[in-house]
């Protein structure tokens, strides 16, 4: 075994990546939680330290021993008292819920247990760097699942360096300083798909006692089957929008008319994951874990038993979900206009596209289709069918925060099904195509990889750069886009009658002025995207959504002249400055993108803007007495006119 490339590649990087999380300075690097990481870090020690579900007045205290923030953004829900009663009607059980009189703040962890229940042993033995070590053995398991895959396809030099581009040229790598479940479901994923395909795909065995052989004979028995199907039930639990992996692991063998074999996937899915929920239920009270009375808190409004007058009910924002938003995702404006644009952004996008995030990905998928009918097997078609579906599910139901909140990097809710990609990769490909797809990739997610920990915590920095700026900015993510962790740049207050919103992407705009006005740095560009407001035009005709008809665009120069470039979509204009000049600009806007995220909430019309300056002056040389050091392109003022 030690003669094979792909042994020694794979156990290389395991032991790099295990020292790398035995040794890491982790809450000094992370400076913070991400996302939902409180919940999960909470939740983790709690199980390791505890060894309980319940949030508790110790679990709050453990946390400022490393994070003196506390645990920003944790999702606590009440805990609930059940009984079962007999009832006429199918299934003759009833489930009656209700607060238990003796223990009112009995609080859970408002998110699936199951990523914590498996880091608990880990994070016992090591701390917090326990979440880091199991992420370390679940990425050398995945590389060494797409090595073994591969190695089916192609040479070992070609399958070992197509297995590391796959994992190491995309985002993959930024989630391995997570403490949130994006690994671990797509680990469970890569490593489902691939214990159930790998027989597809594998020669027979020579017999022999080896320990090579023995495992050859486990990855081509059922039993192999059984347990990728557990694994993707587990990850179902993680994540429900997982559950379409378990697609062509049903398929398959029904189409092939195998009836016990598919039951049999379909039972052991079934117990893997109502047997989760209901332990879920037994231990919270309910089946569903984000349902019910949830809520997350934060460091501004306080946490439960930080003090004495900080409770469960009066300092928390609710955060339930128990229903499908049926009038945001079955509306006009969602299917004729968002999910059109959603397709392309989910492919391009600047924040979430596949191409950028993904593009090994992208790349196994086009040699599939790219190949002859002999290259290609079967399975594979079944599989590139469950992505499609895996991603149309996410379009259609979040349309408006399809990538996940929290400044993401990518699209973390897609992240489970990129393992997927691999099991497209065709037969008798070459090393070249390893090449490319690090190369490509590279160019992307390099700058990502080399500090995980930076561009985690300023998930808003790296779009700005690069190839990146050519990509198109996800107006349907308004709201979600990691500029939202910048109250400096965010939901800004701009003129208008009713005023505008602002949302600046980058940092070649200088901040808001307290009379709207900004600068635009010197020879800079910069791309603002813009939330009409609703407003009420007369008793008589009520609330309506404001659309922007034309944007007044006021301009001043400073100590040079400049030219000011204008694009608002549905006009370009250029307007030249001579030295302290003053102009107005007035340009037509397009129709404006539908926005209406949540329920019973008002839809909004977004825009985009790019502004540019083609030269720029330092008032700290260029004006006597000025200590300002900035290099400043043009002073700018938006004003809407509404239609």
């Given at each position: 075994m030690?003669q094979?490339?792909g042994?020694v ?9 295990t020292t790398?999380?035995l ?16 919940t ?5 020690h709690s199980?390791?330290?505890d060894f309980?579900?319940e949030y ?7 946390v400022?021993r490393?994070?003196?923030?506390g645990?920003?953004g944790?999702?606590?829900k009440?805990?609930?008292?059940v ?7 199918l299934?003759?059980i009833?489930r009656i819920?209700h607060d238990d ?9 408002g998110?699936?247990?199951i990523y ?5 042993p ?7 760097n ?8 679940l ?19 070609a399958a070992l ?11 993959v790598p930024?989630?391995?300083v997570?403490?949130?479940?994006e ?7 890569l ?8 027989k ?12 090579k052989?023995e495992?050859?004979r486990f990855?081509?028995?059922d039993?192999?089957t ?13 994540k429900?929008t997982n559950?379409?992996a378990?697609?062509p692991?049903?398929?398959l063998?029904?189409?092939?008319r195998?009836?016990?074999?598919t ?5 052991v899915?079934?117990?893997?994951v ?7 239920a037994v231990i919270?009270?309910?089946?569903n874990y984000q349902?019910?009375y949830r809520?997350?808190f934060?460091a501004?409004r306080?946490?439960p ?7 469960f ?14 009038d ?7 299917l004729?206009?968002?999910?059109p644009?959603?397709?392309?952004y989910?492919v ?5 596209g596949?191409v950028p995030?993904?593009?090994p ?9 790219w190949?002859g009918?002999?290259?290609r097997?079967?399975?594979?078609w079944?599989?590139?069918a469950?992505i499609?579906?895996g991603?149309?599910a996410?379009?259609l ?5 399809y990538?996940g909140?929290?400044?993401p ?9 990129y393992?997927?990609f ?28 080399v500090d995980?920990f930076y561009t985690?915590?300023n ?5 700005q750069?690069?190839?990146f ?7 349907s993510?308004?709201n979600d ?5 910048l ?8 003129p208008?009658d009713?005023?505008l919103?602002?949302y600046?992407l ?6 808001l ?6 600068w635009?740095r010197?020879?800079g560009?910069?791309e603002?995207?813009?939330r009409?407001p609703v ?5 008589a005709?009520?609330?309506r959504p404001?659309?922007i ?15 000011v ?16 000049a ?5 340009v037509?806007m397009?129709?404006?993108f539908?926005y209406?995220p949540?329920?019973?909430?008002p ?5 985009r803007v790019r502004?540019?300056s083609?030269?720029?002056f330092?008032p700290l040389?260029?004006?006597?007495g000025?200590?300002?050091?900035r290099?400043l392109?043009?002073r700018?003022?938006?004003t809407?006119l509404y239609?």
């Amino acid at each position: 075994m030690w003669q094979e490339p792909g042994v020694v590649g794979v156990l290389l990087v395991g032991a790099f990546l295990t020292t790398f999380a035995l040794t890491v300075d982790f809450p000094r690097k992370a400076r913070g939680f991400h996302g939902d990481e409180s919940t999960y870090y909470v939740l983790g020690h709690s199980l390791a330290e505890d060894f309980d579900f319940e949030y508790r007045y110790e679990d709050l205290v453990r946390v400022w021993r490393e994070f003196p923030s506390g645990p920003q953004g944790i999702f606590l829900k009440e805990g609930k008292d059940v009984e079962l009663a007999l009832s006429s009607e199918l299934p003759f059980i009833r489930r009656i819920k209700h607060d238990d009189p003796e223990r009112q703040e009995r609080l859970y962890f408002g998110k699936s247990f199951i990523y914590p229940l498996v880091a608990a042993p880990f994070v016992f033995f090591f701390g917090t760097n326990g979440f880091l070590v199991l992420h370390a053995l679940l990425f050398t398991l995945s590389l060494a699942a797409a090595y073994a895959f591969l190695r089916t396809r192609t040479s070992p030099i070609a399958a070992l360096a197509f297995s590391m581009a796959f994992l190491f040229a995309s985002v993959v790598p930024v989630y391995f300083v997570w403490l949130t479940p994006e690994l671990f479901n797509i680990s469970l994923m890569l490593l489902g798909v691939f214990l159930w395909c790998y027989k597809e795909v594998a020669g027979p065995v020579v017999p022999s006692r080896h320990l090579k052989d023995e495992w050859g004979r486990f990855l081509r028995a059922d039993v192999s089957t059984c347990l990728g199907v557990v694994l993707i039930g587990v990850a179902t639990f993680s994540k429900p929008t997982n559950v379409f992996a378990l697609v062509p692991l049903v398929a398959l063998p029904f189409l092939r008319r195998q009836w016990k074999r598919t039951c049999l996937t379909v039972l052991v899915f079934t117990v893997v994951v109502g047997g989760l929920f209901t332990l879920n239920a037994v231990i919270t009270g309910e089946f569903n874990y984000q349902g019910g009375y949830r809520t997350t808190f934060y460091a501004n409004r306080g946490f439960p038993f930080l003090t004495e007058d900080r409770t469960f009910r009066n300092s928390g924002l609710p955060r339930a979900t128990d229903s499908v938003p049926i009038d945001v995702l079955f509306n006009r404006g969602a299917l004729t206009t968002v999910f059109p644009h959603n397709v392309m952004y989910f492919v391009l996008g600047r924040h979430t596209g596949l191409v950028p995030y993904f593009f090994p990905g992208v790349l196994s998928l086009l040699l599939f289709l790219w190949a002859g009918r002999q290259r290609r097997e079967g399975f594979q078609w079944l599989v590139a069918a469950t992505i499609a579906l895996g991603a149309l599910a996410l379009l259609l139901y979040m349309p408006f925060t399809y990538s996940g909140g929290g400044a993401p990097v990518g699209n973390r809710y897609f992240l489970p099904y990129y393992g997927l990609f691999l099991f497209l990769a065709p037969t008798l490909f070459s090393a070249r195509s390893a090449f490319t797809a690090m190369a490509v990739g590279g160019l992307f997610c390099g700058q990502l990889i080399v500090d995980p920990f930076y561009t985690s915590f300023n998930a808003w920095a790296h779009p700005q750069r690069a190839l990146f700026r050519w990509l198109p900015v996800e107006l349907s993510l308004v709201n979600d886009l990691p500029v939202n962790v910048l109250p400096s740049r965010s939901k800004l207050r701009l003129p208008g009658d009713p005023p505008l919103t602002g949302y600046f992407l980058d940092d070649q705009a200088d901040r808001l002025e307290a009379n709207g006005w900004f600068w635009i740095r010197g020879e800079g560009s910069t791309e603002i995207l813009l939330r009409a407001p609703v407003w009420v035009p007369s008793a008589a005709q009520g609330p309506r959504p404001a659309r922007i008809g034309t944007l007044v665009i006021d301009l001043m120069s400073g100590e040079k002249a400049t030219t000011v470039r204008i694009d608002a979509g549905a006009e370009r204009l250029e307007v030249a400055l001579t030295e302290n000049a003053f102009k107005q600009a007035r340009v037509q806007m397009p129709r404006g993108f539908p926005y209406k995220p949540m329920p019973g909430q008002p839809l909004n019309y977004i825009y985009r803007v790019r502004l540019s300056s083609s030269t720029g002056f330092f008032p700290l040389f260029d004006m006597p007495g000025s200590v300002d050091p900035r290099f400043l392109g043009a002073r700018v003022r938006l004003t809407p006119l509404y239609r």
